[in-house]
């Protein structure tokens, strides 16, 4: 009998990766709940995953003038604290993580990075807002998904339940 993981006929991009890199762009620290049950459904379902927390501040003048400083320099105490607390919650879900704090124009940043890190997916929660709050908002999903150069936007639900976001 002969094994194969592929098939000579299956294109290579429809094979799954061996790790789905998951990128977690995180504004309070319930946004890291969605995701964290997202990650542990897909785990559950035997998908190997890698999250990668994100916030971004906004980026200030006094960034502007020191261009040469390293990435996340300027991060304050809120977004520290917001991401400590963000990696402890994935820690005791057992899931593999790094954290990011970055500066800038959000959506750019968020899609930045997840090309930058090779991420599948870009995670955010859906908290259920109707359609004419999303709207009156500008719905940042929409805007990634119409942005994405190469990551699928989900949105996930309290329960880690996710529905992909078309542009």
């Not at 000579?8 to 790790?19: D, H, L």
């Not at 991420?119 to 259920?128: A, K, S």
């Not at 999903?141 to 339940?161: F, M």
């Amino acid at each position: 009998m002969h094994a194969c993981a592929t098939s000579p006929a299956m294109p290579s991009q429809f094979v799954a990766p061996a790790v789905l890199q998951l990128l977690l762009p995180l504004k309070h620290l319930a946004d890291v709940v969605h995701g964290a049950r997202y990650a542990r459904r897909l785990q559950e379902w035997g998908i190997a995953v890698k999250v990668s927390l994100l916030h971004v501040q906004p980026a200030s003048r006094r960034e502007a003038l020191y261009q040469d400083a390293p990435p996340g320099a300027a991060a304050d105490a809120a977004s520290t604290q917001l991401m400590q607390e963000a990696e402890l919650y994935l820690q005791r879900s057992h899931l593999d993580f790094a954290s990011f704090l970055f500066s800038g124009e959000l959506a750019f940043t968020i899609l930045d990075t997840a090309e930058m890190l090779g991420c599948h997916e870009i995670v955010l929660p859906d908290n259920g807002r109707s359609l004419w709050q999303r709207r009156l908002r500008g719905d940042l999903a929409s805007r990634l998904a119409r942005a994405s150069r190469s990551a699928t936007i989900v949105l996930a639900a309290q329960d880690g339940v996710s529905t992909p976001v078309s542009p």
